[in-house]
Each structure stands twice: as C-alpha cells, then as structure tokens.
C-alpha cells in the first residue's frame, strides 16, 4: 500500500472551510484514497473515498490531483463537532486492509 | 448507513486471564473484518484481517497465540486476548465490510486494562 503524508496538524476557524492536504507520490493504479476521521476515544469514521476523479458527499469534498499524487479533503463549513484527527489512506480495494498513519489532527475554533 | 457495535466497551482484568472481546455488523453481512489496537496518541494499527469461515491473517509481528480471532459468522467476530500482560493494555478497535463494497465501518472500540 502506497505510505501518504499529512501535516501532523491544523487549526481551522468555525465556519469556514477546512482543507486538509495528503500527498500520496506513489500511489498505484489499483489504489484508491480514503478518508477517515477519529473522534477522540472513539472509533474511526468513514468521510469520503476517490480513485481519480472528484468527489462529494454530504460530509466533505475530495479533490485529487490529475497525477492522483496529492489530494485535499474539503470540510466547507467547519463545526467545532469536525475537530478530530483526519486520516488519508491509499489502499487497493481487493484485500481491503486500510494501513493508518500519523494523520492530521484538526482543531476547528470558535 | 451501516453499524457496527462492540462488547464490551471496556474491561479490566486481571494479568493472566483471557479477555474475549466482540464485533458485530448489526445491518449487514461482513464478509471481511478486521481488527486494530491503538495505543495512547499512536496511530491505528492493524492486527489482523479475518474472512468469514476462514482462519485470520495476522500482520507481522502480531503473536496469532495470544490473539485469537474467530469469524464464525457474517455478523460476528471475536477477539480474545490469551494469557493477558499489563503490556496488552490499549484500546481495540474492529471494522467491517461487506463483500464488493469500497468502505470500512469502524466500531466504537473497547478499551482492555490489565492490572
């Protein structure tokens, strides 16, 4: 599974968009990338997931570079409930193992 | 969206005793689950991957012994630590997916403590 890079993390004010960058240089052409988020002490949640076009949902917009290098998870209007640590992770969909790393811990301020 | 439910959410026991430790997909068949152990501020780490009826593939480094997971069923699996040490204590967490789709769902994880 291709490793990814996120900055350890972020602060984003309330109410405003929080963009949150992953860098994922080696990305093979069977992976796809996710994005998960964890709450403190609770168990990570599915926000959005890509192969190489863009995406939405009703959580986040996700954005990948037409290389597929790089991506940015969009919250668009950030709550103070959004403040967790936001994990990006490259992996094939047949085995399905998801591969954590460090992720960016993301505090969204009043 | 889909649910997955865990029990106990946290357990003290008592070094040497064997904790049990359940993951339940409650609206869907989970053909595949998986299961992590996250330490204090670390990164979720994965311990093993398990299909149902089959045996559990574990990660390098995962002692297969002392974690024995069992998918005996497509809503159920178990996770029982064996002979558990002060050095096991941390937060377990399971997730599951269905056959032919793209997401993980995550339990809300149980926390084991060995005194």
């Known amino acids: 599974d291709a490793k990814t890079t996120q900055p350890p993390s972020m602060d984003c004010a309330e109410g405003r968009a929080a963009n949150l960058p992953c860098n994922h240089s080696?990305?093979?052409?069977?992976?796809?990338v996710y994005w998960y988020r964890q709450i403190h002490s609770q168990g990570p949640q599915y926000i959005i997931h890509?192969?190489?076009n863009n995406e939405t949902n009703e959580m986040a917009s996700l954005i990948i570079t037409e290389d597929r290098k790089s991506s940015t998870l969009i919250l668009p209007h950030a709550t103070l409930r959004d403040t967790a640590v936001y994990y990006c992770?490259?992996?094939?969909?047949?085995?399905?193992?998801?591969?954590f790393g460090q992720g960016t811990e993301l505090s969204v301020k009043p | 969206g889909a649910v997955v439910s865990q029990h106990p959410s946290w357990v003290i026991c008592k070094s040497g005793t064997s904790v049990k430790i359940e993951c339940r997909s409650l609206d869907f068949q989970a053909t595949t689950m998986f299961w992590y152990r996250q330490f204090p501020k670390q990164s979720l780490m994965l311990m093993a991957t398990s299909n149902e009826g089959s045996k559990a593939t574990y990660e390098q480094g995962v002692e297969k012994d002392k974690f024995l997971i069992n998918h005996a069923s497509l809503t159920l699996s178990t996770l029982t630590v064996t002979s558990a040490h002060p050095e096991d204590s941390s937060f377990y967490i399971c997730s599951a997916r269905s056959e032919g789709t793209y997401e993980q769902y995550f339990g809300p994880g149980t926390r084991l403590t060995v005194t």
């Open positions: 890509g192969l190489k």
């Open positions: 992770i490259a992996a094939a969909v047949e085995g399905g193992k998801l591969i």
């Open positions: 080696t990305i093979s052409g069977n992976e796809y």
